[in-house]
């Protein structure tokens, strides 16, 4: 420390200090440019959009009958995928973690497969099994039947969504049932308590973090589902079908963005909540 600094009551700073520094403004500043460009301005330009048609524009999803019945069907498709993805995710995630077999390994392999497809894909098979030229209509004509499809509709989309879900329902249960307490379930049972008392008392509390986090995913997957809806809502339309209508079919770019900026709002405020209720995650070890 100089004389100066001593005078001052201010110790200098170590040239290597600088250095440091200047090293790390240097290294983040790519990082910070990149984040500039391809999200904050693209974000405030999503933002301010609406605002160019006035700024009931930003309410048209309430406003407008059409747009409402749209975003109403797109969040009742969702909770239902949700809650069926996670009652069948959670019954073979802690069967798959409980029982040891041949080709147990073998099966959840298969099982979680569909995440490294993509949603067009999944589509693409819905129809191939329940389209106009799908198994399922060729297997009623044969039978002397009319030509039977659901792959357009609701149920088609239900089970797109289904199907491209429940890999992340079944992977996230294994992991979760894997690490439950055995000694708090031995003493439930040792206190007399059936397999209800203990599923509600003692696994119930211990996946409750799971089932939310899970769930809160599920949901925003499937409420900004884009590629298995672009192959399959002729029938029935959901949200982000309608985006695409409005600025590539119709070059309307403000009610585009205003209910692309709905549709954020609702998954970010699932995520939100589904943290806030789960609290902090345990630290390692406790």
């Given at each position: 420390?100089?004389?100066?600094?001593?005078?001052?009551g201010?110790?200098?700073?170590?040239?290597?200090?600088w250095r440091?520094?200047?090293?790390?403004?240097a290294c983040s500043?790519?990082?910070?440019?990149?984040?500039a460009a391809f999200?904050?301005?693209?974000?405030?330009?999503?933002l301010?959009?609406p605002?160019?048609?006035?700024?009931?524009t930003?309410?048209a999803?309430?406003?407008?009958?059409l747009?409402?019945?749209?975003l109403?069907?797109?969040?009742?498709?969702?909770?239902a995928?949700t809650?069926?993805?996670?009652?069948?995710?959670?019954?073979?995630?802690?069967a798959?973690?409980?029982?040891?077999?041949?080709g147990r390994?073998?099966?959840?392999?298969?099982?979680?497969?569909?995440l490294?497809?993509?949603?067009?894909?999944?589509g693409?098979?819905?129809?191939l099994?329940?389209?106009?030229q799908?198994?399922?209509?060729?297997?009623s004509?044969?039978?002397?039947?009319?030509?039977?499809?659901?792959?357009?509709?609701?149920l088609g989309l239900f089970?797109?969504y289904l199907?491209?879900?429940?890999?992340?329902?079944i992977?996230?249960y294994?992991?979760?049932a894997?690490?439950?307490?055995?000694?708090?379930e031995e003493?439930a049972?040792?206190?007399?308590g059936?397999?209800w008392?203990?599923?509600?008392?003692v696994?119930?509390?211990?996946?409750l973090?799971?089932?939310?986090a899970?769930g809160?995913?599920?949901?925003?997957?499937?409420?900004g589902a884009?590629?298995t809806?672009?192959?399959?809502?002729s029938?029935?339309?959901?949200?982000?079908?309608t985006?695409?209508?409005?600025f590539t079919?119709?070059?309307?770019?403000?009610?585009?963005?205003?209910l692309?900026?709905?549709?954020?709002?609702?998954?970010?405020?699932?995520?939100?909540?589904?943290?806030?209720?789960?609290g902090?995650a345990?630290a390692?070890?406790?």
């Amino acid at each position: 420390m100089s004389r100066a600094d001593c005078i001052v009551g201010i110790p200098s700073q170590a040239p290597g200090d600088w250095r440091a520094r200047a090293l790390l403004l240097a290294c983040s500043a790519p990082a910070v440019a990149f984040f500039a460009a391809f999200w904050l301005l693209p974000a405030g330009l999503l933002l301010a959009l609406p605002a160019r048609e006035g700024w009931r524009t930003y309410f048209a999803t309430l406003t407008d009958a059409l747009y409402l019945q749209s975003l109403l069907q797109t969040l009742a498709l969702s909770l239902a995928v949700t809650l069926a993805t996670l009652l069948i995710g959670a019954v073979m995630g802690i069967a798959l973690a409980r029982h040891r077999f041949t080709g147990r390994g073998l099966l959840l392999s298969l099982l979680t497969l569909p995440l490294s497809f993509p949603g067009v894909i999944i589509g693409f098979f819905i129809i191939l099994l329940g389209g106009r030229q799908g198994a399922l209509a060729d297997l009623s004509v044969a039978l002397g039947g009319e030509r039977i499809t659901f792959a357009y509709g609701l149920l088609g989309l239900f089970l797109g969504y289904l199907y491209f879900s429940l890999p992340r329902a079944i992977a996230s249960y294994t992991a979760a049932a894997e690490a439950l307490d055995p000694h708090l379930e031995e003493a439930a049972r040792s206190l007399g308590g059936n397999g209800w008392r203990v599923a509600r008392d003692v696994w119930w509390p211990q996946l409750l973090p799971t089932t939310l986090a899970c769930g809160a995913i599920v949901f925003a997957t499937s409420v900004g589902a884009f590629g298995t809806a672009f192959t399959l809502s002729s029938k029935f339309e959901v949200l982000p079908i309608t985006i695409y209508n409005e600025f590539t079919n119709y070059a309307n770019f403000a009610l585009a963005a205003s209910l692309s900026i709905t549709l954020g709002l609702i998954t970010w405020v699932v995520l939100w909540l589904s943290r806030r209720v789960a609290g902090p995650a345990p630290a390692a070890g406790a």
